[in-house]
């Protein structure tokens, strides 16, 4: 009778147990061929060989995306709600109307997405600076006109003294002066 090592019974007992492929038989062709395929690759694992994993103990971090500062959001804004009160100073047009103006006299450098152009127009509209009215387009289809109002004449000469002041402060940094002042 032979007697079995206990060390070795410790170590049969440690193994991890793999259950056999093809112990159950296959309930249909995709199973069969997807035990096949595990099988094959169970081989071929056996003679590569291992690498050794990265060792990375170190949680992965999540910064958070930098954010535009409300400033640069107000100014892209305060330019195009400018340009949208220029634009109707000369009389009432509808949306479209709008951004096709602003894109002519740009000589199309801007271009005016409906996306940042019906959102400014409410926004000009809750500040009271314009009004709409129905009316029907060049092509005989509903529109709502836009007009300008006295309390939004008021605000693009303010909006247009601030964008002076910033072109000529944007003016003297792009192109200094030759004083030997840098």
């Given at each position: 009778m032979s007697q079995q090592c206990p060390r070795f019974a410790l170590l049969i007992a440690t193994l991890p147990t793999k259950p056999n492929n093809f112990s159950s038989p296959p309930t249909s062709r995709r199973n069969?061929?997807?035990?096949?395929?595990n099988?094959?690759?169970?081989?071929?694992?056996?003679?590569?060989?291992k690498l050794p994993?990265?060792?990375?103990?170190?949680?992965?971090?999540?910064?958070?995306?930098?954010?535009?500062?409300?400033?640069?959001?107000?100014?892209?804004?305060?330019?195009l709600d400018m340009l949208i009160l220029r634009t109707l100073l000369t009389?009432?047009?509808?949306?479209?109307?709008?951004?096709?103006a602003i894109e002519h006299n740009s000589e199309d450098v801007l271009q005016v997405e409906?996306?940042?152009l019906y959102p400014a127009l409410h926004r000009l509209i809750k500040r009271g600076w314009i009004t709409t009215q129905e009316g029907l387009s060049e092509?005989?289809?509903?529109?709502?006109?836009?007009?300008?109002?006295a309390l939004g004449r008021k605000q693009l000469v303010v909006e247009s003294s601030k964008w002076d002041k910033l072109a000529a402060a944007i003016g003297r940094i792009m192109k200094p002066s030759t004083d030997g002042e840098a």
């Open positions: 069969r061929d997807q035990r096949k395929r099988a094959a690759s169970t081989l071929t694992n056996l003679h590569q060989p994993l990265p060792l990375d103990i170190l949680p992965e971090r999540h910064y958070p995306l930098p954010r535009m500062s409300t400033e640069r959001i107000d100014l892209l804004q305060g330019t009389g009432s047009r509808h949306g479209h109307a709008i951004a096709k409906q996306g940042s092509n005989n289809r509903k529109a709502k006109f836009y007009r300008l109002t």
